[in-house]
């Protein structure tokens, strides 16, 4: 192969909310309920959707400055996360798509100008956002799907076959790298690639991944990549929540176990648990939003863009955070229910002794 066509996507994600209802918004942009998506092409479509699937809608063409657009599209998922999707198709060399691809994903432009598109957009949108948040996080992926193509004898170039011929480029594209790897590098990209059938393929890596797959084929995958940055997303914002919660409480700490103080630790330990539970039941929202039951294939799909992007190491530290959050309201409580005993027991004292003044007092 020594040109290929297809198509280059920018997944831009945004944490603009704590939930997006969906019915609102469907209200808000005049569309309908939408069929179980994804729809998955191999042979246990039933058995993998998203639970609450998530409201698409078309948005501007964007034009870069140097003259090249980008369709793009809003997607809004129900537990408050927006991604733009800015998709180009391509024809050419390897090398060129190389350059090309390497180019798009140090653009800065692209950045900015979906940043623009989704803040005007949800402007007018408020109204669907339960507890909008003023900073936004964000993620970016991108991915380059090439369609199956055919050899000299008109055979389609298997997926063996692609790696043994382009293997380099491919780990080039997945990296972002104009240069070429090291031969350790290379073996480290294209070790995190599957197949279904011998004639696809995902190599997928932390910030892009490649699909050697029909258009049809590639958009369930896409959709899971994309799943995966907005769970990374979200645990990303729990984790920051978390961060500043456990500081405060802290602080709480440090600042003295006057007695007073402890009496105080009652509301603080309320409002601590009260976030641990609110963070618990969203990550469990996150969690739950798609259902992978007996379809392996994209389960592991899932696994591996995961474990690349890094979702298992997030989810690792907010589960720290949440059973270290959990600890600490322990502790508060004792601290308050140790003063609360205190000053009962000083009651009681004080009750005694009124007594047997009373009792010296009498004639």
């Not at 240069?179 to 011998?198: A, F, I």
């Not at 039941?281 to 591996?304: G, H, P, W």
């Not at 907010?318 to 000053?343: H, S, W």
């Amino acid at each position: 192969m020594t040109t290929c066509q297809g198509s280059f996507r920018a997944l831009l994600l945004y944490d603009v909310a704590d939930e997006i209802n969906l019915d609102v918004l469907r209200e808000l942009l005049g569309v309908s309920p939408p069929t179980r998506k994804p729809e998955f092409k191999l042979p246990a479509p039933v058995y993998v959707r998203f639970e609450r699937p998530p409201v698409v809608e078309a948005a501007e063409t964007v034009c870069l400055s140097g003259g090249e657009s980008f369709e793009t599209r809003l997607k809004y998922f129900d537990y408050g996360v927006v991604s733009l999707e800015m998709e180009r198709p391509f024809q050419c060399g390897w090398d060129e798509l190389i350059r090309l691809t390497s180019r798009w994903i140090e653009q800065p432009e692209i950045e900015q100008k979906a940043l623009q598109i989704v803040r005007k957009r949800m402007e007018s949108l408020t109204q669907a956002l339960s507890k909008p948040y003023t900073d936004w996080l964000n993620e970016v992926y991108y991915t380059v799907q090439v369609p199956p193509t055919r050899a000299a004898e008109n055979r389609v170039v298997t997926a063996t076959e692609l790696l043994a011929q382009n293997g380099a480029a491919i780990a080039q594209i997945v990296r972002g790298d104009v240069n070429p790897l090291s031969p350790s590098e290379e073996r480290e990209v294209l070790g995190s690639s599957m197949s279904y059938y011998p004639t696809d393929l995902l190599v997928a890596g932390w910030m892009a991944a490649f699909l050697y797959d029909t258009a049809e084929g590639a958009a369930p995958t896409v959709q899971l990549l994309e799943y995966t940055n907005a769970q990374l997303l979200e645990y990303r914002h729990y984790d920051e929540v978390l961060t500043r919660v456990l500081k405060r409480g802290y602080d709480s700490l440090e600042h003295g176990g006057s007695f007073l103080r402890r009496w105080r630790y009652a509301r603080e330990a309320t409002h601590l648990n009260a976030l641990r539970l609110d963070i618990t039941e969203l990550t469990e929202r996150s969690d739950n939003a798609i259902k992978f039951l007996s379809d392996m294939f994209y389960a592991r799909v899932y696994q591996l863009a995961s474990a690349k992007i890094g979702v298992n190491d997030y989810r690792h530290l907010v589960d720290e955070k949440l059973r270290t959050a959990g600890e600490l309201y322990e502790f508060m409580v004792n601290e308050f229910r140790q003063a609360r005993g205190f000053v009962l027991e000083v009651l009681v004292v004080i009750m005694i002794l009124i007594e047997i003044l009373q009792a010296f007092r009498m004639p």
